[in-house]
């Protein structure tokens, strides 16, 4: 139980920690000898996984200031922050709940929502709302996979991960499929905003101002 909730929290500081492999080999043990329950696998995997985001996502916040500061005069990056703002204004739900389903994910959504500001509120319900569905379906596959295989620990284990790879595919093609004709906004070549076709997320600038933090330090003739 400890290792579930430890290796889940540590996936969103640690970019590639196992932390579903070890989710589901855990379940899979629940399976064969009822031992912990699969409710507080689960329980202790989404509860790792959410302190883990919100620890992601404190030190984004405090490494924000630090960031503006590096970027005072460099009109790409500054695009780029403001694109990330822009992103998770318009669909961060969309952002949060299925970037933990990719290598990384996780980590780098949780520190960018904390860069940008992302609303403390929004980003605790949406990431509550991940990882209770990330945790209850890889517990669930490995749980099932070891109950229909009892007796057959790495088999079950096996088909378990082979189920779980799938469910990455399929939420990968579900983000994808969401919203086909969506534009990103890029940062162009010269430091401005460029426009690009298949993008993951549509940006309505006007809608995006309102998260993001002020940048009036930055203007050109500002303080």
Do not use: N
């Not at 909730?5 to 579903?20: C, K, Q, T, Y």
């Not at 329950?37 to 985001?53: K, S, W």
């Amino acid at each position: 139980m400890v290792l579930v909730f430890v290796v889940a929290g540590l996936d969103a500081i640690v970019p590639l920690s196992p932390s579903e492999s070890t989710l589901i080999a855990v379940a899979v043990a629940s399976a064969e000898t009822g031992h912990p329950a699969i409710v507080l696998v689960i329980a202790a995997a989404a509860g790792g996984a959410f302190v883990g985001d919100v620890v992601s996502y404190r030190i984004g916040v405090k490494a924000g200031a630090g960031v503006l500061r590096r970027l005072r005069g460099k009109a790409r990056g500054l695009a780029a922050y403001e694109w990330a703002g822009r992103t998770l204004a318009g669909r961060g739900g969309q952002v949060l709940v299925f970037a933990r389903y990719l290598p990384g994910g996780r980590a780098a959504s949780a520190l960018a929502a904390g860069v940008v500001r992302y609303p403390a509120l929004r980003f605790h319900a949406w990431t509550a709302v991940g990882v209770s569905v990330w945790a209850t379906m890889a517990g669930l596959i490995g749980y099932g996979c070891g109950l229909f295989f009892r007796g057959r620990p790495w088999t079950a284990l096996l088909l378990a991960y082979a189920g779980a790879g799938t469910l990455l595919v399929a939420a990968e093609l579900v983000r994808r499929l969401s919203g086909p004709a969506d534009q990103q906004v890029d940062p162009g070549a010269d430091g401005g905003d460029g426009l690009g076709e298949g993008g993951l997320l549509q940006h309505d600038h006007r809608a995006g101002q309102a998260d993001l933090p002020d940048h009036s330090e930055l203007e050109p003739g500002g303080p």
